[in-house]
C-alpha cells in the first residue's frame, strides 16, 4: 500500500517562498510511478502543477514555469515543491500524487497553501 504524507502548507505574503514536502512509502513507487503536485484552489477543480516521470522527465503547468522548482530524492523517498514568487492565485490544497500505467493512483492528504496580498 502507497503512502503519502504531505506537508509545509502555511500562510506566506505576496511574493514570499514555501517549500512542500511529499513523504513516499515503499521508496519503490518512484522507481513505478509517475508522481505529481497537483492543488485544488477553494471552489475549484484540481490542477497539474508539477509532474516528474519515472525517468525524471519533469513538467510543469505555464503559470508555475519559472517560480516553481519539483525535486525528487529519491535516497530519501522524498519529493519537493520549492516555490517562490507566491501570487494570490497559489492559493490551494496541494497534493501529492502517484500514477502508474495501469492507473493506479493515489492520494495524500493535501497541505494547505494561502498566500495574502
Known amino acids: 500500500q502507497v503512502q503519502l504524507v504531505e506537508s509545509g502548507g502555511a500562510l506566506v505574503q505576496l511574493g514570499g517562498s514555501l517549500t512542500l514536502s511529499c513523504a513516499v512509502s515503499p521508496p519503490s513507487v518512484f522507481k513505478i510511478y509517475t508522481t505529481t503536485w497537483y492543488r485544488q484552489p477553494p471552489g475549484k477543480a484540481r490542477e497539474l502543477v508539477a509532474q516528474i516521470t519515472v525517468g525524471g522527465g519533469i513538467d510543469y503547468v505555464d503559470s508555475v514555469k519559472g517560480r516553481f522548482t519539483l525535486v525528487r530524492e529519491s535516497a530519501k523517498n522524498m519529493m519537493y515543491l520549492h516555490m517562490n514568487g507566491l501570487k494570490p492565485d497559489d492559493t490551494a490544497v496541494y497534493y501529492c500524487?502517484?500514477?502508474?500505467?495501469?492507473?493506479?493512483?493515489?492520494w495524500g492528504q493535501g497541505t494547505q497553501v494561502t498566500v495574502s496580498s
Open positions: 500524487h502517484p500514477r502508474n500505467l495501469e492507473g493506479f493512483e493515489f
